[in-house]
Nanobody, 121 residues
Framework: QVQLMESGGGLVQPGGSLRLSCAASGSIVKINTMGWHRQAPGKQRELVAL???????NYADSVKGRFTISGDSAKNTVYLQMNNLNPEDTAVYYC???????????????WGQGTQVTVSS
């Protein structure tokens, strides 16, 4: 099993910045991807940004140029730097990871519990 612990959400004014962190722990053999999704009220959960173990990144069009995903493989941690936030970014942000765990050596998708980001004046 993998546990994902998120931190860094909160209330910020339009144009402001926040940095989210997500640390993975558990019986991890290998992490293949770590990423961030978000879900606004009344909307489906959507991918925000993804980071692969090879260093490839993928972003939603709505956040390109404003958000940056990065990782620290030694700490099994992923970060999301969010700049120039606007009210449309308000959502619960969920950390995700696809990982292989022991003793089964099977891979699956894991989710964090989510952290609220609110952009409002």
């Amino acid at each position: 099993q993998v546990q994902l612990m998120e931190s860094g959400g909160g209330l910020v004014q339009p144009g402001g910045s926040l940095r989210l962190s997500c640390a993975a722990s558990g019986s991890i053999v290998k992490i293949n991807t770590m990423g961030w999704h978000r879900q606004a009220p009344g909307k489906q959960r959507e991918l925000v940004a993804l980071l692969t173990s090879g260093g490839t990144t993928n972003y939603a069009d709505s956040v390109k140029g404003r958000f940056t995903i990065s990782g620290d493989s030694a700490k099994n941690t992923v970060y999301l730097q969010m700049n120039n936030l606007n009210p449309e970014d308000t959502a619960v942000y969920y950390c995700s990871s696809t990982a292989v765990t022991s003793p089964t050596f099977l891979g699956r998708l894991y989710w964090g519990q989510g952290t609220q980001v609110t952009v409002s004046s």
